[in-house]
């Protein structure tokens, strides 16, 4: 199937700000997500931006899309402790099926 | 609303048993989705159906793993005869519908096979 592909580990500082960058190889990708795993959960839906759009904010996010370059990313200001968990990008091309990436582990630090 | 439902959160058994995961779509929801997620392979869809009815199981891996979906409320994947190989976190997920955008998770089941 189709690649998508995350860096598997960001440290960054309480307070700072994380971007969690993802690609695919999919040129017919419709909708593009990012989903968060703390320990033991489930994956949470933060947002998902549709192909024809370039930027979604939705409070502390930020999603930016390249489709050109097919480079999504996830921008997280003020970043917290609680932020700390698994991120994963994935899209759908068409009808139902979502196309995950392996996940990124972020780890906030004090 | 509760969520998706998923039973039981841990299962541990022994190779060769048969093992039967539980899961409670969100009620309305039409459609239902099982991965299975290992650190090797990441996420795999295992299964998905529509209005109860299986759509697309071609990411089952082979004749060992069956689910069903006897009604909207329910569906049970199950493992006979289990495998070491099988030990993962299995999660359901439902759906308002097939063109709906939105894939809310239960919590997953942890499965270790001995």
């Known amino acids: 199937g189709e690649d998508v592909e995350q860096s598997l580990f960001l440290s960054v500082r309480e307070g700072d700000s994380s971007v969690i960058n993802c690609t695919y190889t999919d040129s017919s990708s419709t909708y593009l997500y990012w989903y968060k795993q703390e320990p033991g959960a489930g994956l949470q839906l933060l947002t998902y931006?549709?192909?024809?759009?370039d930027m979604k904010q939705d409070q502390r996010l930020t999603v930016l899309l390249n489709k050109k370059d097919k480079h999504l990313s996830l921008r997280i200001a003020d970043t917290q402790t609680g932020d700390s968990a698994i991120y994963f990008c994935a899209e759908k091309s068409s009808g139902y099926a979502l196309n995950f990436g392996k996940g990124t582990s972020l780890l906030v630090t004090p | 609303d509760a969520g998706v439902i998923q039973s039981p959160r841990h299962e541990v058994t022994e190779m060769g048993q048969e093992v039967t995961l539980r899961c409670k779509p969100i009620s309305g929801h039409n459609s239902l989705f099982w991965y299975r997620q290992t650190m090797m392979r990441g996420l795999e869809l295992l299964i998905y159906f529509n209005n109860n009815v299986p759509i697309d199981d071609s990411g089952m891996p082979e004749d060992r793993f069956s689910a069903k979906m006897p009604n909207a409320s329910f569906s049970t994947l199950k493992i006979q005869p289990s495998e070491p190989r099988d030990s993962a976190v299995y999660f359901c997920?439902?759906?308002?519908?097939?063109?709906?955008?939105?894939?809310?998770f239960g919590p997953g089941t942890r499965l270790t096979v001995l």
């Open positions: 997920a439902s759906s308002p519908g097939p063109e709906n955008n939105e894939q809310f």
């Open positions: 931006i549709f192909s024809n759009m």
